[in-house]
């Protein structure tokens, strides 16, 4: 049995000498894992890095066996954001998520594209944005959506400005406001009929902290929490990232 397909790789763990167990999202495929060797000689350095994009082959004697792959590198991602920190940790803690939420071998052609989406965003001043949103389409894909489009009590599309944690739906300001103790913020950049004049307002770190801090709330419950997953030290890098930024955003 033999494939051929396009695909992100998410994580390599050495196996004999010159071997790694790689891991990867593939386009039609979803997650799989396969046998790569000679992984360490001169000519794949580099290729095997979590967040590069490569053309990858898998043949296995039968279906159910760990396989072989062979694979040539069609993007290096990671090259292009090494002098970039932030940009760099979202993509490892993209790649992080994608491997522990995901079961293999089932296909996710949509959240596939989203990721070389955010791939290509990850190298623009948006990066955080699109990684935020990023984390929203992966609580979609795995069943858990947030509803942020209209207000959950009133069914309006404007200023909404929470989120119910119990729903994941959108609350607005008027509804929400008397319970807002209770709800979860929706930073202006995510909700869609938020007033412009509310992301001008608010400082963009601040709506960035409040998104990471939304996505997580699901994340950590709904999955983590509900599934036995030990939380992602790579996000909780990205995390901790955010929060110095807007730390130093407000001295």
């Known amino acids: 049995m033999d494939w051929r397909d396009d695909a992100i790789v998410l994580s390599t763990r050495k196996l004999g000498e010159n071997s790694v167990r790689l891991s990867v999202l593939t386009r039609d495929y979803g997650r799989y894992a396969g046998m790569v060797r000679g992984a360490t000689s001169k000519s794949m350095r580099g290729t095997l890095e979590p967040g590069n994009e490569v053309r990858v082959g898998w043949s296995a004697r039968l ?8 694979c040539e590198l069609t993007g290096a991602h990671v090259a292009d954001l090494l002098l970039s920190p932030g940009p760099l940790m979202a993509l490892s803690s993209a790649c992080a998520m994608l491997e522990v939420t995901l079961p293999e071998r089932e296909a996710h052609t949509t959240l596939y594209q989203g990721t070389v989406a955010l791939l290509s965003a990850l190298k623009t001043e948006q ?45 607005s300001e008027a509804a929400g406001t008397a319970y807002r103790d209770r709800l979860l913020p929706l930073p202006a950049f995510l909700a869609a009929g938020r007033a412009a004049q509310s992301s001008r ?22 999955i983590f929490e509900a599934k036995g997953v030990k939380p992602v030290a790579a996000r909780d890098r990205l995390v901790s990232h955010i929060w110095r930024a807007v730390d130093a955003d407000e001295k």
């Open 63 to 70: 279906s159910e066996h760990l396989g072989q792959f062979r």
């Open 201 to 222: 307002d608010q400082g963009l770190n601040e709506q960035f902290r409040q998104g990471i801090k939304l996505t997580g709330f699901f994340i950590h419950r709904d």
């Open 127 to 171: 990066w955080l944005a699109s990684y935020i949103r990023w984390e929203v389409g992966l609580l979609d894909e795995l069943g858990y959506g947030l509803s942020l489009d209209r207000c959950a009590a009133t069914d309006v599309a404007d200023d909404l400005c929470f989120v119910s944690p119990k729903s994941g739906r959108a609350v």
